[in-house]
């Protein structure tokens, strides 16, 4: 009884501690674009970062393990999150969990990965977005969720990509430093923003279930061991 109380405070104190490391490289590396960037790829000084995916992502991944922090202390070790929280943890998870994803396949070959991953870039496209997916996907903390939550987790991705092809159908391209496409997904022309979108709205979703079905998985692996 005493070993598994023991064992059960080791868990609590790692989730813990890792829920303050997501906050410290999401929003953390955000506020330091925010006060230095403007001189890297994908990169704008002050409020104009908060036109990025990637920003925005990690700042709703961090704000989420803020929540997640502050009622694990109130909890305690033995409690569940409530399902709202649970549901803003995945939405967070599935929106940088596509962050690393984009950069990865799309963004980095065209270019380059290693101005992607240089300075605060490393942590809000890769070192954030596994930390907030490891923590969803191994946290002992939420509850059993229903698959049509994956349709929540989607919703931020729908949200940005409205305003995002929303403003270029509205204002057009742009060129240069005043590019209204600074991810590059009008390069076949206006008409295909519509058709982009969809696309990656798919795989959003595609991804979003594929992390519930894995975390099922995980979790059901460890119960396979305990007994």
């Excluded at 501690?17 to 590396?29: A, V, Y």
């Excluded at 002992?140 to 270029?168: D, Q, R």
């Excluded at 959003?204 to 460890?222: E, P, V």
Aim: proline share 4%.
């Amino acid at each position: 009884m005493m070993a598994r109380r023991l064992e059960r405070k080791g868990i609590y104190m790692v989730h813990l501690i890792l829920e303050i490391l997501i906050i410290f490289t999401t929003i953390g590396s955000w506020v330091r674009m925010f006060r230095r960037g403007g001189d890297r790829v994908l990169s704008q000084r002050g409020l104009a970062s908060l036109k990025y995916y990637t920003c925005l992502s990690n700042i709703f991944a961090g704000l989420v393990s803020g929540m997640t922090v502050f009622c694990l202390l109130v909890t305690g070790t033995r409690a569940l999150l409530p399902m709202w929280l649970v549901l803003l943890k995945y939405s967070a998870a599935a929106s940088v969990c596509l962050t690393f994803c984009v950069v990865m396949v799309f963004l980095g070959p065209r270019m380059g990965y290693k101005p992607l991953f240089a300075h605060e870039q490393l942590c809000l496209h890769a070192v954030g977005p596994l930390l907030a997916v490891f923590s969803f996907l191994s946290s002992p903390f939420i509850p059993e969720m229903k698959s049509s939550a994956s349709i929540i987790a989607v919703i931020p991705t729908l949200l940005y990509g409205i305003g995002y092809a929303g403003n270029i159908l509205k204002n057009g391209i742009g060129e240069g430093e005043n590019t209204n496409d600074w991810y590059g997904f009008a390069v076949g022309g206006v008409k295909f923003i519509p058709v982009v979108f969809a696309i990656i709205l798919a795989v959003a979703w595609g991804m979003a279930a594929g992390m519930l079905a894995l975390r099922g998985l995980i979790l059901h692996s460890a119960i396979l061991i305990c007994l």
